[in-house]
């Protein structure tokens, strides 16, 4: 029994499991298993606290992402695609 009342999506990605797979940076155009097109890379933004005070969002790499429709999918954790990802010129 789930103590969830929806499904929770979790990931869980082991070290050196990205190693050798293709870089990703913002723009960087994939192939979209779920529509066949491709789609470009966007950046995660993040902020953080200093002296008390919030900064204000920058884009970082630490994960990368990409919209089909209206959704949006995770390709990537710090400038490296997940396993699967392919460019759109590789298509």
Same mark, same amino acid.
């Given at each position: 029994?789930?103590l969830f009342k929806? !499904?929770v999506?979790? =990931? %869980? =990605?082991g &070290?050196? !499991? #990205?190693?050798? &797979?293709i870089?990703l940076?913002?723009g960087?155009l994939?192939? /979209?298993?779920?529509c +066949? +097109? %491709?789609?470009?890379v966007? #950046? %995660?933004?993040?902020s953080?606290?200093? &002296?008390?005070e #919030?900064?204000? !969002?920058?884009e970082t ?6 919209? /089909?429709?209206k959704?949006?999918y995770m /390709? +990537?954790?710090? +400038?490296t695609a #997940?396993n699967? =990802?392919r460019?759109a010129?590789?298509v």
């Amino acid at each position: 029994m789930s103590l969830f009342k929806k !499904e929770v999506p979790f =990931i %869980s =990605i082991g &070290n050196g !499991e #990205l190693k050798g &797979n293709i870089k990703l940076k913002k723009g960087t155009l994939i192939a /979209c298993p779920h529509c +066949g +097109g %491709s789609h470009p890379v966007g #950046l %995660s933004k993040s902020s953080k606290f200093v &002296n008390g005070e #919030l900064t204000p !969002e920058v884009e970082t790499n630490a994960i990368q992402f990409y919209s /089909c429709g209206k959704k949006t999918y995770m /390709c +990537g954790m710090d +400038g490296t695609a #997940l396993n699967g =990802i392919r460019l759109a010129e590789q298509v």
